[in-house]
């Protein structure tokens, strides 16, 4: 298994360092908040990328991941409550070459954004969009989120949460997302490689990130995702590669039937039938298997495929719209629906 995915070269010879990334405004996260770490790890590996800080914006919503523009040494829009994907389509589609993420996260994006989330994905608009997924809402002091677990007691759920909780990843996969992947906001080398990845792909992104928010859910997702365990807990998937994962690679995925089931065996000799992750498949039904699965959590990148682009798409319509019908001024003013008062 290799401990890197494929990342590209940097594209020019642009010079940039993590600091030029830093914006002058106090990060404005508590304590101990996954926040930061995603913010470092972004900040980190924008230099390798090659382009230009005019050439990149980050839009979001309302929330505390909402914050990140501020933080960014970039073009920025703090936009309004769920439709930060409504504002960066606009953007991208005015401005196609500017690079442009899109932070949001599991109350933001996924309820009163659900709809302009499913939306953007499904044209294959041009976006990064990373939704930190903390299982509650933060801004707002601890209520309930789309994505809290059945049973959750919070403030607007005193007696616990009697909804279904939101898989974000299966929603990306059903919206027709054509980049799906997921990544723990402690493991920042494995967060900076799906990054990285995200950032070299066209198309519509979707990050689920696993975050903490220590004061209203501390522990989010400590059961699978704590350094000490999340060997045996979560697994990484790898284009190409057999689904392995355990602290000491002796476990895997093999398909029983339909359903992906766990076994254990000697590293030095896996078995031939494990599963072979493939993010490239034209269908979404490998992804959507690595979506569902509750053990081992899956991270890395589910699938990625390539997909016209809204805006490629877009322009192709209006230079042949020129084509089929010239322009004429005066012939428009001039049309049918018009008298001569006398």
Known sequence: MPDEMEILPAAGPIVQTAKDFKSDQMVRWCPGCGDFAILATVQKIMPTLGIPREKI??????GCSSRFPYYMNTYGFHSIHGRAPTVATGLKCANPDMQVWVVTGDGDGLSIGGNHLIHALRRNVDLKILLFNNRIYGLTKGQYSPTSEIGKKTKSSPMGTIDMPLNPMALALASEASFVARAVDTDLPFLGEVLTRAAHHKGSVFIEIFQN???FNDGAFEDVAAKEIREDKMMKVYHGKPMIFGAKKDKGIVLNGLEPEVVTFDPANPPKNL?????KAPSATLANF??????????????SVERPMLHEMMDAQIDQAKKDKPANLQKLLNG??????A
Do not use: K
């Open 57 to 62: 914006a980050f839009v979001s919503g309302i």
């Open 213 to 215: 928010c220590i004061v």
């Open 275 to 279: 599963l072979i992750h493939d993010e």
């Open 290 to 303: 690595l979506a569902h699965m509750a053990e081992p959590v899956p991270q890395g990148i589910f699938r």
């Open 336 to 341: 049918p629906e018009t008298w001569t008062v």
